[in-house]
């Protein structure tokens, strides 16, 4: 079975820095690629960042490029998202989530997802 | 920057009936369209990628329909677990970005 298990999320003050991982199991990491998508409090899906199954392509939604670092341990089957300068507006429940399908460069439909851990920015 | 719109933003239908969600996008995606159904304190499911295709598992009441920038989603026949969130995501934009509509939200 198929499994996503973030973890790392809690109350970070503004400013602040928050490291997220996301284990996985039941498929064959390095085949595909690796997707955080975000959702605030009450609101829509943000997608966040996306890296390819080597690791080689990345990309970032314009809201975090620059704060947040998407990376990627072969060798431990784990996504990593780290997060600087962490504003209000960062708030939401982080979800891991596979591209659909396994391919060298970035797939953008996933399946599936974790069930996502929550991150707080608040004083 | 592609912006994804849905509608309507809450749909009321009884369970049985028909139910057709829209979304538009601001450009041309061709296919590259998908639709996920979220529930209350879970993760997104994926229902149909390629604008048309069934995921793994998705029962056959779920058709997805459209190319470029409208697309719809339609349940033949509502069942009370499809009361839920569904959210369109674009994935079609070179340097990929991939868009999420604002979701529709269907209950009775």
């Known amino acids: ?5 973030e973890s790392g999320g809690g109350l970070v003050k503004p400013g602040g820095s928050l490291r997220l991982s996301c284990s996985a199991s039941g498929f064959t990491f390095s085949y595909f690629g690796m997707n955080w998508v975000r959702q605030a409090p009450g609101k829509g899906l ?17 809201s975090v490029k620059g704060r947040f670092t998407i990376s990627r341990d072969l060798a431990n089957n784990s996504l990593s998202l780290q997060m600087k300068s962490l504003r209000a507006e960062d708030t939401g ?3 891991c989530a596979r591209a659909a399908v396994a391919a060298a460069g970035l797939v ?3 399946d599936p997802w974790g069930q996502g851990t929550l991150v707080t920015v608040s004083s | 920057e592609i912006v994804m719109t849905q509608s309507p933003a809450t749909l009321s239908v009884s369970p049985g009936e028909r139910a057709t969600l829209s979304c538009r996008a601001s450009q041309d995606v061709d296919s590259n369209l998908a639709w996920y159904q979220q529930k209350p304190g879970q993760a997104p499911r994926l229902l ?4 048309s295709t069934r995921a793994t598992g998705i029962p056959a009441r779920f058709s997805g329909s459209g190319s470029g920038t409208e697309f719809t989603l339609t349940i033949s026949s509502l069942q009370s677990e499809d ?6 995501q674009q994935y079609n934009h070179w340097p990929p970005v991939f868009t999420f509509g604002p979701g529709t939200k269907v209950d009775f």
């Not at chain 1, 079975?1 to 298990?5: F, I, T």
């Not at chain 2, 149909?48 to 604008?51: E, K, L």
């Open chain 2, 83 to 88: 009361f839920a969130l569904y959210y369109c």
């Open chain 1, 1 to 5: 079975e198929v499994q996503l298990v």
């Open chain 1, 46 to 62: 943000e997608w966040v960042s996306s890296i390819s199954s080597s690791g080689s392509y990345i990309r970032y939604a314009d």
């Open chain 2, 48 to 51: 149909i990628y390629g604008a």
């Open chain 1, 93 to 95: 429940v982080y979800y």
């Open chain 1, 108 to 110: 953008g439909w996933f």
